[in-house]
């Protein structure tokens, strides 16, 4: 069965620090992984996706993510954080008879100035 | 241009009252979704049309009736509503055919629904 699992409910970091935000997948077939960022009261914006190639995905708004599949990880990951940044971003799977996504819980990101 | 719109944006009803949430696309998209959020944020799948054709449909009650007149259109009809219906329900679109597992959905601003 096809999963996400964002493990953080929230991460805090400071403004102009390295940011990360942590994703775990778990499919059967080939993994064609997303991330979305939500801001308040808005629908998701796409960021970026993985879905074969270079292990490094590189995205919007300064957004990267690195696939690793021993570790079945999907991490997003920026150098410096803005205030700005601060949303709720969501880690996605779909399977590959492309049908579905696959939500995770959201990792609500903090950044103080 | 909005890509993918919904409306209304906010829709406060009654219990047992009837609704309906409208989505339009101009994409040219041939996949659409509902989801639904719920107050913990999380988003679950509800509905998805190909072309007009339903493919897919989760545990839902059949209260909720989604409809498709047309690929650029998705709408959902909820009957007899109910407290649990309140959310956060988000239309969604992506280009599956000729283009596989790797099409990312694009989301509407989301039809926020309160049942009073």
């Known amino acids: 069965a096809q999963s996400v699992a964002q493990p953080e409910d929230q991460v805090n970091v400071a403004e102009g620090n390295p940011l990360t935000v942590k994703c775990t997948y778990s499919?059967?077939?080939?993994?064609?992984l997303f991330w979305y960022v939500q801001y308040p009261n808005r629908g998701l914006q796409f960021l970026l996706k993985?879905?074969?190639?270079?292990?490094l995905v590189k995205g919007s708004y300064g957004f990267e993510a690195e696939f690793n599949k021993s570790q079945t990880s999907f991490h997003l990951k920026k150098p410096s954080a803005l205030v700005s940044d601060s949303a709720l971003y969501f880690c996605?799977?779909?399977?590959?008879?492309?049908?579905?996504?696959?939500f995770g819980s959201g990792t609500k990101l903090n950044v103080k100035p | 241009d909005t890509a993918v719109s919904q409306t209304p944006k906010y829709l406060v009803t009654q219990m047992g009252n009837d609704k309906s949430i409208k989505c339009e696309q101009n994409?040219?998209?041939?996949?659409m979704y509902w989801y639904k959020q719920d107050s913990k944020k999380f988003l679950k799948i509800m509905f998805s049309?190909?072309?007009?054709?339903?493919?897919i449909n989760e545990t839902v009650p059949n209260r909720f009736s989604p409809k498709s007149p047309d690929k650029a259109h998705l709408n959902l009809h909820i009957n007899s509503l109910e407290l649990g219906d309140s959310a956060v329900y988000f239309c969604?679109?992506?280009?599956?055919?000729?283009?596989?597992?790797?099409?990312?959905?694009?989301f509407g601003e989301g039809s926020r629904l309160t049942v009073l």
């Open positions: 969604a679109s992506s280009q599956d055919g000729g283009g596989g597992p790797q099409r990312e959905l694009f």
């Open positions: 499919v059967s077939g080939n993994p064609y």
């Open positions: 993985y879905i074969t190639g270079d292990n």
């Open positions: 996605a799977v779909r399977e590959e008879n492309f049908n579905k996504f696959y």
């Open positions: 994409l040219g998209h041939d996949t």
């Open positions: 049309y190909n072309n007009k054709e339903l493919i």
